[in-house]
């Protein structure tokens, strides 16, 4: 029987390797102590797909950076704040080609003198960095708020329960922490060699995220709703893109939003939107950022490259077989078009 | 419901469970199936559900009144109670009156009242079923004295007529309508409106017309005795692992089963059943679905009529129709492997329906390999009937063409599969003239791999005739497979694709073959099963195509 096991475990390695290699981008996050997911700190592991293989750096402040930043903004220094999620933390690229050292490197070039604090940590939602933005964000004195707003962010916000509108529509409170699959990770990180199998073991990652991916169905059917049958469902022949986005989870985006504008202002940092454009093929995008009747993007300040994507149409721009990330060819463009924005923002 | 989807794995685990807890109590469990049947068909479209109960109805009278000459009175009533049951139960009422609403897991049923009986159809379906069964009751003292061959002969003519008009109104209405419509506008240059009525197909009407019917004829022949138990011979017709793609059953093999105590399987069987299953659902999800990327890609420029040019590379349309020719096998036998998986962990035995048929080396192998349910069918109620080979050759000839064009319109109304059947009849009247028999011994091993190398290539022709939605699409392939045998970049492509989602199929059918046993694993050590079972696993786990695709003989 145990040799059954074993031997189950090595195929199901070579398996993986011989037929269906499993993209290895491993996450390392504990909680932080305002009660959401922060990036472990002072890390090295590496991110690896049949296309490239990348390391990521984790510094002591739980940032993705190659040095360590004081809370105190040294003089003549434009800080520039970043919040975000995978995208933002520059998945699948390497640091140098993620789109916030090329917009660094632009701003640089055009004689700004720029630190960039990147708080991104992959899967927040804009609750999330709502709560970094207060809780760590301003404590670093920003010139420049940057938001990395993504499609997911609509559902992340919801489950995460962390905000809800009032009956008057306003932004309240309500959970005081959230942090998913905590008592999972937890256990996860307490096996030996945790880290080692994460970043080596296409078996442990491809069981991992089918867990992951398990676990998010199962809460998600636990706590949603549904109508049975779904008459949007029969009557609608096949996706619409852009998907149909709930009423509510839009309100609660745009409130998010206005919230962190509001919090960066007040502290006299503008804030910048970066709405990373939903890839249907390698020709077309579109836009999820919420389109209230506020007319959200004349409101906040969003910088979409979708115009620039498609002057490269056809040309790979999001890594097709792994996470779907930004491709260094898009981080050059989304760095740049960032870099053209900032120099008219600051 | 689909077998490749989580809806059916959850209701196969409620019936297996609830089924077995049934044990040694027939009558619940059949009426259970039929119960669970009925679901499993109505998942479609509730309403058709009313057509299954209508040819049940039919065929239950017409087997009693040719075998016994008479029903009873009990007979009677509840043949008569079943129909009136079911037309109110599945066409008065507007089932999307009904809908559920959960929240976490709480389940609410709404019933919007206002709608729920308004529905004219349903009222007239339930007066013509009204008015049917009281002119079968004013008509039956009449029948009854009839001579006992004139009444045979009346009753299996009304059976098979009234089953034929069914499934010929659904499944060949649309054909004709359109083909008059079409000439109608040719003629007089006026669309008209009243023949297009748009008639739905009902999933599976196919194989069960065709299943009842075997079941109506074998006891007119006498072959089986008639069932006196309304529920059991529903069961039979609606059996849910077998009822929308077959195999098409017959009465003497299937019917049997429902009526003696059913065991709890064997070790054995639950092992061969659960093998059967995963097996079916590799080779749907894993190499058919995967194939239909290829298929679809090389035939939609041609299907669309976007593109009336012959490639310059026609190897790569060539790798199509091998792509074709392993999608449709895997579609279709792995929807039957299912089927006998299922039944068999419902301890019945479904009839094999596909025996390694890409290893035939002549075309009446493959005919006893392929469809085997339909082959057989086809053979005993239409080729022998018509004469058989008992007469001159052109006789025989004719009658096999004849069997083949028919076999061929069974899949549907269309010129493609009349020609595909046509193409078939020739097949195997030219093998038959030119008396190449390939049985085992009559040639050397190689001469025998060369003409089954030669018999999948006539078989992949076939396909084409078969999946082309238009007869452009037939010459442009013809044409650039015969004219340009060029491979490009594309060709070695999809050769790896297929030679990737399908060499293992490969390997275990060369070993079957081999061995002469559709279950070779049975004697083989735990640590090669093992192997086989988690290349299987990982396979539907990793490789399965994403978005669970319909069944390809679902449209038939």
Redesign the interface.
């Known amino acids: 029987m145990l040799v059954a096991v074993a031997w189950t475990l090595v195929a199901a390695e070579l398996f993986l390797r011989a037929f269906a290699p499993v993209p290895m981008l491993p996450r390392f996050v504990e909680p932080t102590y305002y009660g959401v997911r922060g990036n472990s700190p002072d890390m090295q592991f590496l991110h690896r797909t049949r296309d490239y293989e990348i390391q990521i750096r984790i510094n002591k402040q739980g940032m993705r950076a190659d040095r360590e930043f004081t809370y105190e903004k040294p003089p003549g220094v434009t800080r520039i704040v970043v919040l975000g999620d995978s995208f933002g933390l520059g998945y699948e690229v390497d640091l140098q080609n993620t789109f916030l050292s090329r917009m660094e490197q632009r701003l640089t070039a055009a004689g700004r003198k720029v630190e960039v604090i990147n708080l991104s940590v992959s899967g927040h939602g804009t609750a999330e960095e709502l709560l970094v933005l207060q809780n760590e964000g301003l404590r670093y004195f920003p010139d420049l708020v940057l938001l990395v707003w993504h499609e997911t962010d609509y559902q992340n916000n919801a489950e995460s329960r962390l905000f809800r509108l009032d009956e008057r529509g306003r932004l309240v409170r309500e959970a005081q922490s959230y942090l998913p699959a905590e008592a999972i990770r937890a256990f996860l990180a307490r096996i030996p060699g945790y880290q080692w199998l994460s970043t080596h073991s296409q078996a442990f990652t491809f069981l991992r995220e089918k867990g992951a991916s398990w676990y998010k169905i199962v809460t998600r059917f636990l706590s949603g709703s549904q109508r049975y049958p779904a008459l949007d469902e029969i009557n609608v022949a096949q996706v619409e893109y852009p998907p149909v986005v709930p009423e509510g989870e839009k309100r609660l985006a745009l409130a998010l939003l206005q919230r962190i504008k509001e919090e960066s202002t007040t502290n006299g940092a503008a804030l910048l939107i970066l709405d990373v454009p939903v890839r249907i093929s390698r020709s077309e995008f579109y836009s999820s950022f919420p389109r209230g009747d506020e007319g959200a993007p004349l409101y906040f300040n969003v910088v979409n490259p979708i115009p620039v994507f498609e002057q490269h149409e056809g040309e790979l721009l999001y890594w097709e077989q792994s996470h779907g990330h930004f491709t260094p060819l898009a981080c050059r463009l989304v760095g740049e078009e960032l870099a053209t924005a900032i120099l008219t923002v600051l | 419901m689909l077998f490749n989807s989580p809806e059916f794995a959850i209701f196969f685990l409620i019936i297996f469970f609830a089924y077995w807890s049934l044990r040694k109590r027939l009558t619940p469990q059949n009426h259970l199936l039929l119960v669970a049947s009925y679901v499993f068909y109505g998942w479609w479209d509730v309403r058709f559900l009313f057509l299954i109960v209508l040819t049940t109805v039919i065929d239950y009278c017409a087997a009693l009144l040719i075998d016994r000459g008479a029903l009873t009175v009990r007979q009677r009533v509840s043949a008569s109670t079943f129909l009136i049951v079911c037309a109110l139960l599945f066409v008065v009422p507007q089932w999307q009156a009904l ?7 709480a389940y609410s049923l709404h019933v919007d009242w206002s709608m729920l009986f308004d529905n004219p159809f349903g009222w007239k379906v339930l007066g013509a079923t009204l008015t049917a069964i009281a002119l079968g009751n004013a008509v039956y003292p009449f029948v009854r004295n009839l001579s006992e061959g004139a009444l045979r002969k009346l009753i299996v003519t009304a059976s098979i007529v009234a089953n034929l008009t069914i499934l010929g109104f659904f499944k060949y209405f649309n054909f004709f309508a359109d083909s008059f419509a079409e000439l109608y506008v040719r003629i007089l240059g006026v669309q008209p409106d009243w023949v297009t009525l748009n008639i739905v197909l009902p999933v599976g009407i196919s194989f069960y017309t065709f299943q009842t019917m075997s079941y109506t004829i074998d006891v007119y022949r006498r072959d089986m005795k008639a069932t006196d138990r309304l529920s059991e011979f529903a069961t039979y017709l609606a059996f849910f692992p077998q009822l929308v793609a077959g195999p098409i059953e017959r009465g003497a093999h299937l019917l049997p089963q429902f009526q003696r105590p059913r065991h709890w399987p064997s070790r054995e069987q639950i092992r061969e059943g659960v093998w059967l299953i995963f097996w079916g659902l590799f080779k749907k999800l894993v190499i058919a679905d995967n194939m239909a990327t290829i298929v679809n890609r090389s035939f939609e420029p041609f299907d669309s009529l976007s593109s009336t040019v012959a490639p310059t590379d026609g190897l790569t349309l060539l790798v199509a129709l091998y792509a074709f020719a392993l999608q449709i096998y895997c579609d279709f036998s792995g929807y039957s492997d299912i089927a006998r998986g299922t039944g068999k962990l419902l301890g019945f035995d479904i009839m094999v329906n596909f025996r390694l048929p890409y290893f035939a080396t002549s075309p009446s192998s493959f005919w006893r390999r392929w469809h085997i349910s339909l082959s057989t069918w086809l053979r005993d109620y239409l080729y022998i009937p018509l004469g058989g080979n008992r007469g001159s050759p052109w006789m025989t000839y004719r009658n096999l063409t004849l069997t083949m064009v028919l076999g061929g319109l069974w899949h549907g109304a269309a010129w493609n599969f009349a020609l595909w059947g046509l193409y078939h009849g020739l097949l195997l009247s030219v093998y038959r003239a030119l008396n190449l028999r390939t049985e085992r011994g009559a040639y050397r091993w190689w001469t025998l791999g060369a003409m089954g190398l030669l018999m999948f290539h006539f078989t992949c022709i076939g396909w084409l005739l078969f999946r082309a939605q238009n007869v452009e699409t037939i010459g442009i392939f013809l044409e650039s497979i015969i004219l340009h045998p060029v491979a490009s970049g594309q060709t070695f492509s999809d050769l790896k694709d297929i030679l ?1 989602y399908g060499w293992f199929l490969l390997l275990f059918q060369v070993i079957q073959e081999r061995t002469n046993d559709l279950n070779p694993m049975r004697r083989w050590h ?2 090669w099963r ?2 086989v079972w ?2 299987i696993l ?2 539907l ?3 399965s195509s994403a978005g669970g695709q319909e069944f390809i003989y679902f449209a038939f």
Do not use: I, Q
């Open positions: 809908w559920l609403t959960r929240e976490g897991l990737f735990w640590f093992l192997n988690l290349y990982m396979s786990w990793t490789l």
